[in-house]
């Protein structure tokens, strides 16, 4: 099992850039794919970005290609999420799980949940 905490969140205006951190306990944490999600105010949760197991195949949401970035280190138990050219759409609360990846923009969560970290983008 894989328990997510996440961090580094905050308030930042448009244009600026935030590195998120997920940091997951539980010895099979690399025989996992992990994957961001975000959920606005009123809204559902969504899926943001997914990385495999060996950190080489990536999957996004259309809305966050070419400014979001996700990486990993399976010896530091880590999933990151680089956010430049923020916008005030991408004010949200962001979770971090282990995932199923669909495709190359699609992940399901397959983990519970961590606390968040909110992100808010100023216009």
């Known amino acids: 099992q894989v328990q997510p905490v996440e961090s580094g969140g905050g308030l930042v205006q448009a244009g600026g850039s935030l590195r998120l951190s997920c940091a997951a306990s539980?010895?099979?944490?690399?025989?996992?794919?992990m994957g961001w999600f975000r959920q606005a105010p009123g809204k559902e949760r969504e899926f943001v970005a997914a990385?495999?197991?060996?950190?080489?195949?990536?999957a996004y949401v259309d809305s966050v290609k070419g400014r979001f970035i996700i990486s990993r280190d399976n010896a530091k138990n880590t999933v990151w999420l680089q956010m430049d050219s923020l916008k005030p759409e991408d004010t949200a609360v962001y979770y971090c799980?282990?995932?199923?990846?669909?495709?190359?923009?699609?992940?399901?969560?397959?983990?519970?949940w961590g606390q968040g970290t909110q992100v808010t983008v100023s216009s």
């Open positions: 990385v495999d197991w060996n950190g080489r195949t990536t």
């Open positions: 539980g010895r099979t944490f690399s025989s996992y794919a």
């Open positions: 799980a282990a995932v199923s990846m669909l495709g190359f923009n699609k992940a399901i969560p397959i983990s519970s």
